[in-house]
């Protein structure tokens, strides 16, 4: 299972690439998070469903210092082999 996510709300500046990373470590997740040059932060998700869906509900929350106020999600095609952060784009 993969998920596209578009992550609104303070979530720049508040270290949620280098915590969802770690989560995603913990959690045995693959795939991908950037910060986007609009405030928001991307991410795809891919693992087995309860992987995916406890990164997805750990991304509704942040880390303590974020303010997650919209997650947008899609469905995507996977194939990732760990979890990355990406840059800017």
């Known amino acids: 299972m993969a998920k596209h996510l578009v992550i609104s709300g303070r979530v720049q500046g508040v270290g949620f690439r280098y915590s ?4 995603a470590e913990r ?20 693992g087995p469903a309860e992987v ?3 990164l997805l509900a750990w991304a509704r ?3 303590p210092s974020a303010r997650v ?3 947008r999600v899609t469905e995507v095609t996977g194939g990732f082999e760990r979890f990355e ?5």
């Open 85 to 89: 952060m990406r840059p800017t784009e």
């Open 69 to 71: 106020t919209d997650v």
């Open 52 to 54: 995916v869906d406890a």
């Open 20 to 23: 969802m990373a770690e989560e």
């Open 61 to 63: 929350r942040g880390p």
């Open 27 to 46: 959690l045995g997740a693959t795939g991908w998070v950037r910060n986007r040059r609009d405030g928001t932060v991307e991410a795809v998700l891919e």
